[in-house]
């Protein structure tokens, strides 16, 4: 079975570095996503990791380890507008479609 | 990447009646994708849309409840039908990068509101 884990909510002050993890359970993973989706919006791609290590694309950045089952997206000089719901999402295959954790609400305060 | 075209963005409907939603894709795809999005929860798959052939449906749900339709690699239509006030969710369509195969992109969503 696919089971995707990660925390519900967190909360940072702007300015400062945040990491949400992401743990998953399941055989034959291809990949694994990280998605922003802001309240009332479609989710849109952030990053993407097939191979370990970690993947860097300007304040955002995301790291996985197939071995111990586990991922994390790491935002730096954290803005308000950071203010979101990060999904982390795995694909089994090419042609399959993705199967999504519950997502981390995260609140940037000031 | 691939742009999706959703619609309505927003509909308020009565219980019992039905709601079809339309998803028109910039380019051929071969997979499309319906998701359920309750409110404070994650995206959940409705079924895979399959042109030239029937949608293959997630456990716990049913062509009757939510018949899908994809004329062409273009467009698919997702119908949820004698709606309840537990069908009130965002529904989403998506598609896979056409390149790598692996990429999700979304539609903006439908927000529907089941009174």
């Known amino acids: 079975g696919q089971n995707i884990d990660q925390p519900t909510e967190m909360t940072a002050t702007e300015g400062a570095i945040v990491q949400i993890n992401c743990t998953y359970q399941?055989?034959?993973?291809?990949?694994l996503f990280w998605y922003q989706q802001h309240a009332g919006e479609a989710p849109t791609f952030l990053s993407y990791?097939?191979?370990?290590g970690l993947e860097e694309k300007g304040r955002f950045s995301s790291f996985l380890s197939r071995s111990k089952g586990y991922s994390y997206l790491l935002l730096k000089e954290l803005q308000m507008k950071d203010s979101a719901s990060y999904l982390c999402?795995?694909?089994?295959?090419?042609?399959?479609?993705?199967?999504f954790g519950k997502g981390t609400r995260l609140s940037v305060i000031a | 990447s691939a742009v999706i075209s959703q619609k309505p963005s927003r509909d308020i409907c009565q219980r019992g009646t039905s709601l079809t939603i339309q998803c028109q894709v910039d380019?051929?795809?071969?997979?499309m994708f319906w998701y359920r999005q309750q409110p404070g929860q994650s995206l959940t798959l409705i079924a895979t849309?399959?042109?030239?052939?029937?949608?293959?449906?997630e456990s716990g749900f049913v062509i009757d409840k939510f018949p899908i339709s994809r004329p062409n690699l273009t467009f698919s239509t997702l119908t949820v039908s004698n709606m309840s006030p537990e069908d009130s969710s965002i529904y989403l369509c998506?598609?896979?990068?056409?390149?790598?195969?692996?990429?999700?992109?979304f539609g903006q969503g439908t927000r529907l509101t089941v009174v």
């Open positions: 998506s598609v896979l990068g056409a390149d790598s195969e692996t990429e999700a992109f």
């Open positions: 399941t055989s034959g993973f291809n990949g």
């Open positions: 990791n097939v191979l370990d």
């Open positions: 999402a795995g694909a089994l295959s090419g042609n399959t479609p993705l199967v």
């Open positions: 380019s051929q795809v071969t997979m």
């Open positions: 849309a399959n042109q030239g052939s029937e949608a293959t449906y």
